[in-house]
DNA sequence: TTGTAGGCGTTATCAC
DNA sequence: GTGATAACGCCTACAA
């Protein structure tokens, strides 16, 4: 026996127009009304049918989350600040999590469809997909973490690192500790992370005229623990004198920690090892691992004031906004 | 301009009827009506109203999940398997990710409102919220990871492990290896997890008729790395000869254990480290933590085939399984 | 301050 | 196999 908005009007004497003022805390009640009325809710235990309300509901003044991952410690560390940010300005949060495979722009445009947001962000996107599909999206998006810069569009603003620098600032920092013979571990390159990244390994290593084979000194991964185990591996088979390894996340990074371990090697004595991204643990680890940070306050931050800006200015352009990174050391790099 | 089905049924010449048949892929309808009314739902790519549909269908024929904390890696590390076998089954699975300090009834009664799904799993729970609110719920349940047999519903089942058999092991494992001056790291005691594993730890000691002083040996702390560091640094501060502690989850272990690097001592030289729960990343650590694993593969099989059972035998009783776990020897233990 | 009534976009139940 | 139409539960003018 399901209990409607009517029934607590029939029971609370008023109608069904007071009970939902009531519900939805409008000022224009009385205290009287409100308080009868809410009485017969609590009785019941009454929740709006949310279907219902949306259905009719013009616009939300919501701002939607959609993250892809829900294991992605970065994003999931960004995710609070983000949330607590977007309700202080008076906005409602809402929070979607799809897998790494799922598609995030149907999952957004079903979204719009149904919770009509104010605007959308993009914890973890595919540039392939949104080149395809987002000319169908027409309000203010911010994609966190990569840039979407080269994708054009004018409702779509990024906030995220220098993806080739920070790869760059990795290597260098093996360099200057003297290591020759450095080993990477990525992505696949059809994605646009990844070949950023390894871009910004290559420069390094021209700087410094070291030569760098990608068919030997490259093993591409996924960003997971047991992948990068795997990737290590291949890295330690394949090159006989390896004194350094940089991994394109600290995920990877710890996967490859343990292939060094097992392959009988120290960590840094024989070996160094350089992570990405900065996410808590790495602090933690027994031997804390060098890492680019980054910087996820101000990502988090700046995402959620260029959001609201686009959807409070709607005549402005998009914004590709560059948060610098840091390299921490930690204790996996030594000089040689 | 947003399209609805009554567009897609005036330009395709069909009516709404047929075309809501078409998209809720009905047998009744003709090759002919489905190949030119999908021509124009892809022609705009259309996609229903979620609000409208949920709203007007009596029951859909989903599962939900309802996931309390997006980062528990043990949680996380189920759900796939889960989604899974789900949908093997037939069912649509709905995923629900809430805060740690979110009430999880409000949001399943909420759901039942919203959704109406045939049953709820729910990993990570408060037994308390259940106390008080779970009688206004009506459909099968499961509590996944920890027992629901106190709470005495009809309708709640759950599947767990024996909370305070497996930290009895641990502890056991570490008497064994002869170490006397161990430490506890838990949970705060008004929980039933933190209890029910303190209990277990206190058996062990009694069997070995070694003393155990609470006041001193247990430290209480929330399930993350950042307060299992400074549980551990309150510790050592408080015990002299401590030459072992017990986690009562891996993160809090692993938080632990940089803390005892940081003050100088060794692992497991100076002191013996064990957690709970077995999540992946125990293995790829420097030093693999000797840890107790829940064996999540069965804990998700049965889960999904009694909730399943429930659904489909709505007469038969509340089960509460409980599904063995094993010791799974590390490094970051060793023998006095 | 409160009540009334139309309609949000879909599905389900009828007829045909 | 297809079409018309009444709900679903709520919000929001507008009227009182």
Redesign the pocket.
């Known amino acids: 026996m399901?209990i409607?908005?009517?029934d607590i009007?029939r029971e609370s004497?008023?109608?069904?127009?007071?009970?939902?003022?009531v519900?939805?805390n409008r000022?224009?009640?009385?205290e009287?009304?409100?308080k009868s009325i809410m009485e017969v809710v609590n009785k019941y235990n009454?929740?709006?049918?949310s279907?219902?309300?949306h259905?009719?509901?013009?616009a939300g003044s919501s701002i939607a989350i959609i993250v892809k991952g829900a294991t992605n410690m970065l994003f999931a560390s960004m995710l609070g600040q983000m949330q607590n940010d977007i309700e202080n300005k008076g906005y409602e949060c809402l929070i979607y999590y799809i897998n790494e495979t799922d598609n995030e722009l149907e999952e957004a445009i079903q979204l719009c469809?149904d919770r009509k947001p104010m605007g959308i962000l993009f914890l973890g996107s595919n540039h392939q997909v949104f080149m395809q599909q987002f000319s169908s999206i027409d309000i203010p998006c911010v994609l966190v973490t990569n840039s979407g810069e080269s994708l054009n569009y004018s409702n779509l603003s990024s906030v995220s690192t220098d993806d080739s620098d920070g790869a760059r600032a990795a290597v260098e920092y093996l360099l200057e500790l003297g290591h020759r013979n450095i080993g990477i571990l990525g992505g696949y390159l059809d994605g646009p992370v990844a070949a950023t990244r390894l871009d910004g390994c290559i420069k390094a290593f021209n700087k410094y005229n070291v030569p760098f084979v990608p068919e030997i000194q490259y093993e591409p991964s996924m960003f997971v623990m047991s992948r990068g185990y795997k990737a290590m591996e291949n890295l330690l088979d394949r090159m006989d004198n390896i004194t350094a390894v940089f991994a394109m996340s600290d995920v990877m990074a710890m996967g490859a920690m343990r292939a060094i371990k097992d392959h009988g090697l120290r960590i840094p004595d024989d070996i160094s090892v350089v992570g990405y991204d900065g996410i808590e643990l790495t602090e933690y680890l027994v031997t804390k691992l060098t890492t680019i940070r980054q910087n996820r306050e101000e990502i988090a931050r700046r995402s959620i004031e260029i959001l609201i800006d686009k959807i409070e200015n709607t005549n402005s352009m998009a914004i590709h906004e560059v948060i610098p990174f840091r390299l921490i050391p930690g204790e996996s790099t030594k000089s040689l």
Do not use: E, M, W
Not at 27 to 30: G, I, L
Not at 46 to 49: H, K, S, Y
């Open positions: 399901k409607t908005i009517k009007a004497g008023y109608a069904v127009g007071t009970v939902s003022r519900l939805n000022p224009d009640v009385s009287t009304a409100r009454f929740r709006l049918n279907n219902a309300k259905l009719k509901q013009q469809n």
